[in-house]
């Protein structure tokens, strides 16, 4: 079954290495803001969920290894050596300043060398093209030793150009090195220009699968992809490993994106705040497969995952807490091995600690139940059973609930609260309007109180409400007849993505506005910003500027 990845509590701390990594580059002025952004996902997952590893003791000699061969993602890769525990995250802001162990590329660690070093980093990468060869190295080594220890190597499709990666590659299946596992970010952009264009890499799948390497392709900002594939790579018997993750240079700060002039530049420093807005804004988009005519569930998840939908909203009712019943844990069971979106279970039952691991059992990722169903004690009790199956613990609140007081001493415990903006029980139902002041004092309470968790809004959600709810607060937006009931599924998740692209331009360019650097965000942000110039009223703005 593999490990299980506390869904929401990844991709926050994925989150927050960004966000640390674009701070440490823009006071820096310099660094590569590019591949710290394509890699975040493959490295959070491999140190937040996968590897054996151990920040106190660096030298563990069970530990894994990760070769980050790609030297140049090192404040990306710096970021998640801090957010793991290995120094503390503050010292990034010395990054690349003189005296700092933090330089523009990873130095191998020793105790000697503790000075121009952080604990955690196996090799020192700079010239590239050779992390593979040493990972070869170690896997032998480790293997003629009889231990278990495993290897990650993370490589680039540009670094791909090195003859080097190649005799590696040959070596390692020659060796049969089953315990090694590269890992290529491939986000197609090298330098100052388009891989493809530079020195073609593709067809990139049967290249590796030539050289007599198990090949597993996969979205690399997906971190259940990422996971999956992880488990897989664990239980190839006498061949390395490639997965080969499609990522995209830039990924989370929209005019980085894909532009290869972001590979090594960094941002002005006076940005840096809309750049954290940004990254701390990213949204979910969770269909909700009760709505809408045909029951076929397995056909709705189908849908959504080709529509691009981040989630799949599963909602649970017992026919008691709601005048409704839908269907129960066994149902859930079925659907498991359609896809690997993260499901998100909001259980509607009443007494639902003595139903918890039937849910546990159906790998829900996200479950929530209702404050209305359960006591302090009942509610411990069902977070610490997810939380040590590795789910994430939610709850809901109907429309007349408030945020309970026993809640608040278990916040750290939360992933999510789903604040419902219908009365439960069916779809296809109209947004309580009141429900959006409640979203933003929810909101502004919970943070308060040191909340890091998501924001849910569940209930009426559509391309007309939307805006509001994000400007409320909420981050996950399940969404059941504005998708299955639109007729088309794609066009509606778009749409509904749209919506949160204008919220979130329309508060980033009211924060320009505030800290006074507003013609030169438009001028950076221009491209982003021309689909979106008529809605938030900017055309002849945009088209002013020289
Ligand atoms: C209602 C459910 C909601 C509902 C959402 O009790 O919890 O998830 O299915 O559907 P829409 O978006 O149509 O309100
Ligand atoms: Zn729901």
């Known amino acids: 079954m593999g490990f299980r990845m506390r869904y929401l509590d990844l991709k926050r701390k994925i989150c927050s290495v960004r966000m640390l990594a674009i701070q440490g580059i823009a006071e820096a002025g310099s660094g590569h803001p590019g591949a710290s952004f394509s890699a975040a996902e493959l490295m959070g997952v491999l140190y937040f969920r996968k590897m054996n590893h151990s920040p106190t003791k660096p030298d563990w000699s069970e530990r894994d290894y990760f070769i980050n061969s790609k030297g140049h993602s090192a404040p990306g890769f710096f970021a998640t050596l801090a957010i793991a525990g290995y120094f503390p995250p503050t010292e990034m802001k010395t990054l690349r300043k003189l005296g700092s162990r933090l330089q523009g ?43 278990k220890n495993r290897v990650y190597t993370l490589i680039g499709d540009g670094e791909s150009n090195e003859g080097q990666i190649w005799e590696a590659a040959m070596a390692a299946a020659k060796f049969k090195l089953h315990n090694l596992v590269a890992i290529l970010d491939r986000n197609r952009i090298q330098q100052d220009g388009f891989t493809e264009d530079i020195m073609p890499l593709d067809p990139t799948r049967d290249k590796w699968s030539a050289f007599n390497w198990n ?35 830039g990924n989370g700060i929209k005019h980085m994106t894909n532009n290869p002039q972001w590979h090594g530049k960094a941002p002005p420093r006076e940005h840096t705040p809309l750049l954290l807005e940004e990254l701390r804004s990213e949204c979910l988009i969770a269909p909700s497969i009760i709505a809408g005519q045909q029951e076929n569930y397995e056909e709705k998840i189908r849908s959504a995952e080709r529509g691009g939908a981040d989630i799949i909203h599963l ?56 404050a209305e169903t359960c006591s302090e004690s009942e509610f411990a009790q069902i977070t610490h059973r997810l939380l040590s ?4 613990p939610g709850i809901a609140l109907n429309p007349s609930t408030d945020v309970p007081n026993w809640l608040f001493p278990h916040l750290q415990d939360v992933d999510v609260v789903l604040i419902m903006s219908v009365n439960p029980g069916f779809a296809g139902q109209k947004f309580i309007p009141e429900v959006l ?14 909340f890091l968790g998501y924001i849910e809004a569940d209930g009426g959600i559509d391309a007309t409400m939307l805006q509001a709810v994000y ?40 924060q320009a506005n505030t800290i006074g650097i507003r013609h030169d965000w438009l001028k950076t942000r221009k491209h982003i910003l021309i689909p979106l110039a008529n809605e938030l009223g900017i055309e002849e703005e945009l088209h002013a500027l020289k």
């Open 315 to 370: 909602d649970i009712m017992d026919g008691r807490f709601v005048p409704n019943t839908t269907f129960y844990s066994d149902t859930i069971k079925q659907l498991r091995h359609i896809t690997t979106l993260p499901f998100d279970a909001h259980l509607m039952i009443e007494n639902p600690l003595a139903h918890i691991q039937d849910y546990i059992d159906a790998r829900c990722d996200i479950v929530s139940v209702h």
């Open 471 to 510: 400007e409320a607060g909420a981050r996950i937006f399940v969404a059941g007849n504005a998708v299955y009931g639109s007729g088309d599924i794609h066009g509606a998740i778009i749409q509904l993505r749209y919506k949160v692209n204008v919220a979130l331009e329309r508060k980033l360019l009211e």
């Open 389 to 392: 199956n590795g789910i994430s």
């Open 215 to 249: 090949v597993i392709e996969i979205g690399g900002h997906n971190v259940e992809q990422i996971i999956d594939a992880l488990n897989k790579a664990s239980e190839a018997k006498d061949s390395p490993t490639i997965i080969i993750a499609n990522t995209v240079k």
């Open 437 to 450: 002041s409640k979203i933003r004092l929810i909101n502004q309470k919970l943070r308060e109180h040191g």
């Open 105 to 147: 590329h990873p130095v191998r660690y020793t105790q000697k060398e503790n000075r121009q070093s952080v604990p955690g980093t196996e090799f020192s990468g700079g010239s590239e093209g050779i992390g593979l060869s040493v990972s070869i190295g170690i896997a032998l080594a480790n293997r003629l030793d009889g231990k």
